[in-house]
């Protein structure tokens, strides 16, 4: 029997606007992710990418079609227990840090586990741990303001799998970062996601880093095609 | 966002200390008028009912001595007459009391006769005696040594003679009284010690005035004044209320990427919502506890160092008085912090219902 697949979208559809101004993005979008893939999806501006993304990690809903992270379906949950699961098997790394300015980088990624109800000794032990793996030890005590681009990415990096989720999402992880750092940055993401034994899925306009990755995905109105 | 937490901040700061400052100042005024009241009003009066005086009953003053909270029990004679002078009669309510040596008129009594301390005028009882020419007016002939508002808590214009010639004047016996005035020593156990007046004396052959309940209309007044100047100054504690409604709608719009990042990372719409209250009261709370103690500071030393002056012929008082009291404090307190709690309670929930798509597309 082989394994279920860590990450499985349905037939998923996606517009926004009514009417005449609807604007579908696409439709009948399926995707399946297993343990260790890393898959990238490449595809032009305005084609849907990050929105996607939010769908999979149930940020926003599908018009059509189910997701499934670990065989569960987030569609048929309510917002209460859909936060607690996203917040358990969802990693998600933007293109801007989006790391909260009021907090140290020590406990930007000790916040998720502290969402989560984890004593924050415990928590700040293992954000300390996370950050030296990433090579910001010494940092740990700065704010975001006073670090570099690439140091607040792999703050953020560390952010999205302190809790050590299956699914790995990230939108542009190395778009404003220059080549070192984006190499860098990729680098600790796929390991990251090889270590846990979970799924990396990335959107990328940048064919290098796509290339990266075990396979690529171009995403189109019809769905998803090999790239 | 800073400054208009600031704004907000400092709206409810001046809010709630304006708020204390008003309550303070009625406060002073209004317990320096009671104190007045109490000092210069009997705590209770005790008259008889049924009957028009005490006479026959001298152990009556005794037993009301003998009360507990009772200081001093001062018999007085009651009565209506006329007092005349110079061709000219006035009606007046009269009262004998131990100790005066001479007639103490009224102004407005002294006014109408045109007699004044050191000049005689002749007090006219309402009862008469029988002579051999029939009835004649029984009057007394008495020097005025005093111009004065009495202080007996009749509210008319009475008229103060000593207690004998009070008592010729209505037919009492020597000792003889229509009412004996108690003085407590505290005077807000004054319905108290009435009950036990009653009690001690007969409840049905005995009525009793306390000073709460000869000064009702003032009373009344002085409740009408303090809840008017209270509503008047809430609504300005009600407007920083909603300023700070708005600076936290202003909190939850800036940081609606924050709060679209924090659902990203496993929070819930309880969670959010809980994390902008709390934002809301803690800023409401601030507010209300720096506004309390600038408020109550600015009302205490303005007291102690009597800086706002006042013609004293005119309102009897030499400065204007502040008096701070806990529950004024604590009724203002748990109205801030209540009206804070609500005031946030819309922002808590835009929080909450954040489109975090479109929150995280914006940046």
Redesign the interface.
């Known amino acids: 029997m082989p394994a279920e697949p860590i990450l499985r979208a349905e037939s998923l559809a996606k517009g926004f606007g009514e009417a005449e101004a609807r604007v579908e993005l696409f439709s009948g979008l399926s995707l399946e992710l297993g343990a260790g893939e890393a898959t990238a999806i490449v595809g032009p501006s305005g084609c849907g990418k990050s929105t996607l993304l939010h769908l999979l990690a149930g940020l926003d809903r599908p018009d059509a079609g189910r997701v499934l992270v670990d065989g569960r379906d987030w569609t048929a949950l309510a917002p209460e227990p859909r936060a607690r699961w996203r917040g358990e098997a969802v990693g998600f790394v933007f293109q801007l840090h989006h790391l909260l300015p009021e907090l140290t980088a020590e406990e930007n990624v000790a916040l998720p586990l502290l969402l989560a109800g984890s004593p924050e000794g415990a928590a700040r032990a293992a954000a300390r741990e996370l950050l030296s793996r990433v090579g910001l030890s010494r940092q740990s005590g700065a704010f975001p303001r006073v670090l570099s681009g690439g140091e607040r990415q792999r703050v953020a990096i560390a952010r999205a799998v302190v809790r050590s989720p299956r699914l790995l999402l990230c939108d542009e992880p190395t778009g404003s970062l220059d080549a070192a750092h984006a190499a860098d940055v990729l680098e600790l993401l796929l390991g990251a996601a090889r270590e846990r034994a979970g799924a990396l899925l990335l959107v990328t306009h940048d064919p290098g880093v796509a290339s990266r990755c075990g396979s690529v995905r171009t995403l189109t109105p019809d769905g998803l095609s090999a790239a | 966002m800073g400054v208009v937490a600031l704004a907000a901040f400092v709206g409810l700061v001046l809010g709630v200390a304006a708020l204390v400052g008003a309550l303070a100042l009625l406060s002073g005024f209004q317990s320096h008028v009671l104190s007045r009241l109490a000092d210069e009003t009997p705590h209770v009066l005790v008259t008889p009912a049924g009957r028009p005086d005490f006479a026959g009953e001298e152990g009556a003053g005794r037993t009301l001595a003998a009360l507990p909270g009772v200081v001093s029990v001062v018999p007085v004679v009651r009565g209506r007459g006329w007092i005349t002078a110079r061709g000219q009669a006035v009606p007046a309510a009269l009262t004998g009391r131990e100790g005066a040596d001479g007639i103490t008129l009224d102004p407005s009594q002294s006014r109408q006769l045109s007699a004044f301390p050191g000049e005689e005028v002749v007090v006219v009882s309402s009862r008469s005696r029988l002579s051999p020419i029939g009835p004649v007016p029984i009057t007394a002939s008495l020097p005025v040594t005093d111009v004065a508002v009495a202080s007996t808590g009749r509210h008319q214009p009475e008229a103060v003679l000593p207690a004998d010639a009070a008592r010729r004047l209505f037919g009492l016996p020597s000792a003889g009284a229509t009412g004996y005035e108690l003085r407590l020593a505290d005077a807000d156990a004054a319905a108290d010690v009435a009950a036990r007046a009653r009690a001690a004396l007969g409840e049905t052959a005995t009525a009793t005035t306390t000073w709460q309940e000869a000064n009702r209309p003032l009373l009344l007044a002085l409740k009408l004044e303090r809840l008017a100047i209270f509503a008047t100054v809430f609504l300005v504690v009600v407007v920083a209320g909603l300023n700070l409604a708005a600076t936290s709608a202003v909190l939850a719009a800036t940081r609606r990427?924050?709060a679209?990042?924090?659902?990203?990372?496993?929070?819930?719409?309880?969670?959010l919502a809980r994390v902008f209250l709390l934002a809301g009261l803690l800023l409401g709370a601030a507010g209300t506890l720096c506004g309390l103690a600038v408020g109550a500071i600015l009302a205490i030393v303005l007291d102690a160092t009597k800086a706002l002056p006042l013609p004293a012929q005119l309102f009897s008082l030499a400065h204007v008085p502040f008096r701070v009291t806990a529950r004024d404090l604590l009724a203002v307190g748990t109205f801030s912090l209540l009206w804070s709690f609500v005031a946030s309670l819309v922002p808590a929930r835009m929080a909450a219902r954040v489109d975090?798509?479109e929150a995280?597309?914006a940046?």
């Open positions: 990427g924050d679209a990042v924090l659902t990203v990372l496993g929070a819930g719409p309880a969670l975090v798509a995280l597309r940046g």
